[in-house]
């Protein structure tokens, strides 16, 4: 339900420009949606997602794509260090990884599944597990205490602070 109203709200937006880059390169929404229904994105329904993020357009358009597609992103500054990146990894075992393909992923079995522009959706080959079927985000806080805490925010979290 959550994922079709978006999705039909979004369509009513279909021949909008959505973003636009640095060159004028636009996506419209109806991008977007397509971008939602590919086979790579939709495989990332109901898995937790790193999400390694940078003020760019393919950042935030996988950012969305994985939102919409009813993914868990696990929002993490794309210039994070490698130690504290691996032991995320180590520590919450994501399915997948939204990366910068100047990223090295230290895995013995990924691959890649869909590339936009300067950003990869990376299957890292890890055992599913359940996530909470009401989480929708993990937006990381600052760390002051050592490694960033992780806050949680459900759907309807998002949903209301959209609608506000």
Avoid at 31 to 54: A, H, M, N, P, Y
Avoid at 95 to 101: E, F, L, N, Q, V
Wanted: aromatic residues 10%; hydrophobic residues 40%.
């Amino acid at each position: 339900m959550y994922k079709t109203g978006l999705i039909r709200f979004l369509e009513t937006f279909s021949d909008k420009c959505l973003l636009l880059d640095d060159e004028q390169n636009g996506y419209s929404y109806s991008d977007l949606i397509l971008l939602c229904r590919s086979d790579q994105f939709s495989e990332t329904k109901g898995r937790l997602v790193i999400c390694l993020i940078e003020n760019n357009i393919h950042s935030l358009i996988g950012y969305l794509a994985l939102i919409i597609s009813g993914a868990v992103p696990m929002l993490i500054p794309a210039n994070i260090n490698n130690r504290f990146l691996n032991k995320y990894i180590e520590d919450f075992k994501p399915k997948y990884i939204w990366s910068p393909r100047s990223i090295n992923v230290n895995m013995d079995d990924f691959s890649i599944k869909k590339t936009i522009g300067d950003y990869n959706l990376i299957d890292l080959k890890q055992k599913d597990f359940a996530l909470n079927a009401s989480l929708a985000l993990l937006l990381s806080t600052s760390g002051t205490t050592g490694s960033s805490k992780f806050v949680r925010l459900s759907k309807l979290n998002l949903l209301s602070n959209a609608s506000s």
